[in-house]
């Protein structure tokens, strides 16, 4: 039986993976130290493992903290764990900048959520009430090899898979890839966009027009126009929304708006989400066999739901 150490158990994603790991084979110990998480984890009739105890012996580690504890938290606990262990991270952004304490005898996967698809086919509305994944609406994953072999990879997508289940497919990514998308392409660029629409539908309902009337007209819209991009429909936007398109860019956008995904500005960002840490060590040379020599847009591999 493999024993899992996930670290942060009680909050608010440990939570959601206490969950779904709960409920399978691999033998758990929950580390927890704050109060709330504690209770979190008491209301399911688990007990808390002192960290110690939990990590000494343990297969796997995974780090259900903050992105400005990992540094800390990893500095603390990598340090107690077997030879041979697994960890496994959920963001990008500590790893990419150097703020995961490495190990040259542990092996390291990077696994996130993608989240249930706004496109989902699911004709169950409860389950589509399911919108972070992880309960009962079906998602997709991605993971990255930080450091070690192929059958530690195996392992951590097949552990990631329960983590985040019900899972389709894993789509397997490196390091900076997976910074492109978060908090590159999700945060940076289309959640930005997603509050600016905010800000605009407030301008209109402060010009006058009813709240109701302003949020229905605008969400109805906002579906056909992200069924024309993701062609989900075989229709073009009109004419004269092309033609107002095309003046907003010149209103709303940078000509370099595109520098934004670049991985230059990706790793600032990595940078100011984890926060200023010292002292952790460095990444050992030539380890991370997914980060180095090779193409930042290559080939994916799909594992598909067996």
């Not at 504890?69 to 790893?95: E, F, N, Y």
């Not at 990706?266 to 066999?289: D, F, M």
């Amino acid at each position: 039986m493999i024993s899992v150490a996930l670290v942060g158990a009680g909050g608010k994603m440990g939570c959601r993976i206490t969950d779904n790991l709960m409920k399978t084979g691999y033998a758990m110990r929950y580390v927890e130290t704050g109060q709330r998480g504690v209770a979190n984890l008491a209301a399911r009739g688990l007990s808390v493992t002192p960290a110690q105890d939990a990590l000494s012996d343990a297969d796997v580690m995974i780090m259900a903290v903050p992105d400005t504890l990992i540094g800390t938290v990893s500095g603390a606990s990598v340090p107690q764990l077997k030879s041979g262990a697994l960890v496994v991270v959920l963001d990008p952004a500590a790893p990419l900048v150097g703020k995961l304490c490495m190990r040259a005898d542990l092996s390291y996967v990077v696994t996130h959520p993608c989240h249930p698809s706004l496109f989902s086919d699911e004709p169950d509305p409860e389950i589509r009430k399911d919108v972070f994944g992880g309960i009962r609406a079906k998602q997709h994953i991605v993971c990255s090899l930080l450091q070690g072999s192929e059958q530690d990879y195996e392992r951590g997508a097949a552990l990631a898979r329960e983590m985040f289940a019900p899972v389709v497919n894993v789509y397997r990514v490196t390091l900076e890839q997976m910074a492109i998308l978060e908090p590159g392409l999700t945060e940076t660029v289309a959640a930005t966009l997603i509050a600016v629409i905010g800000e605009a539908l407030e301008e209109s309902i402060a010009a006058g027009v009813p709240r109701e009337a302003a949020t229905e007209f605008l969400l109805g819209h906002i579906h056909i126009a992200l069924n024309i991009v993701f062609k989900q429909i075989d229709s073009p936007f009109s004419d004269g929304c092309l033609k107002a398109m095309e003046r907003a860019r010149a209103i709303m956008l940078q000509p370099d708006w595109k520098r934004a995904l670049a991985l230059t500005n990706v790793r600032k960002e990595s940078e100011a989400i984890t926060g200023h840490e010292c002292g952790l060590r460095p990444q050992p040379s030539g380890q991370r066999s997914e980060i180095r020599g090779q193409r930042l847009f290559g080939k994916h591999d799909v594992l598909p739901d067996l």
